[in-house]
């Protein structure tokens, strides 16, 4: 993932969440995230992106997301929530995630099998960590949305 300050390399984990994985790749073959924002953080704690609103909507719909997308059900697992990880974001239905995902940047275990955990930062954590301080309003909302500028899949080497 390339943002306009660094870069975030992730680890999927498709031995876990399968169906959030899969989706997760295909939306980044098609491009989809190329240009969509981060929207939302909370400081210390995570940043949220992957809203098509962000692209070219209102503020006012960040995070909002777009209800025509499939959703894809939870894959609730053992992975801890901990520094690094990716999850999916989700509406108060467990089986409501769509394209929107979290990072998180410290430990979180209130999310341990209530969210799907699907991947972990393994480069790019200072990055991550900047974006949870970025500016705010009374919502979480960034003040000034981080673009990702291209999100792009390349094979994990160990």
């Given at each position: 993932m390339k943002l306009d300050f660094g870069k975030v390399k992730i680890q999927l984990?498709?031995?876990v969440a399968p169906k959030h994985v899969e989706n997760f790749k295909?939306?980044?073959?098609?491009?989809?995230?190329?240009?969509?924002?981060?929207?939302?953080?909370?400081?210390?704690?995570?940043?949220?992106?992957?809203?098509?609103?962000?692209?070219?909507?209102?503020?006012?719909?960040?995070g909002a997301g777009d209800e025509s997308l499939p959703?894809?059900?939870?894959?609730?697992?053992?992975?801890?929530?901990?520094?690094?990880?990716?999850?999916?974001?989700?509406?108060?239905?467990?089986?409501?995630?769509?394209?929107?995902?979290?990072?998180?940047v410290e430990p979180f275990p209130q999310w341990d099998g209530q969210?799907?955990?699907?991947?972990?930062?393994?480069?790019g954590i200072s990055n991550v960590q900047v974006m949870t301080m970025a500016e705010t309003d009374d919502e979480q909302k960034l003040k000034d949305k981080i673009v990702m500028r291209k999100v792009y899949l390349e094979k994990y080497q160990k």
């Open positions: 984990f498709p031995d295909k939306r980044i073959s098609e491009g989809f995230y190329n240009g969509l924002a981060f929207h939302r953080a909370v400081p210390n704690l995570i940043v949220q992106g992957g809203d098509p609103n962000t692209k070219d909507k209102d503020r006012s719909t960040w959703k894809i059900n939870a894959e609730f697992n053992d992975r801890p929530f901990i520094k690094g990880t990716l999850g999916a974001a989700r509406a108060q239905d467990p089986n409501s995630a769509s394209t929107q995902f979290f990072l998180c969210y799907t955990n699907f991947g972990q930062v393994i480069e």
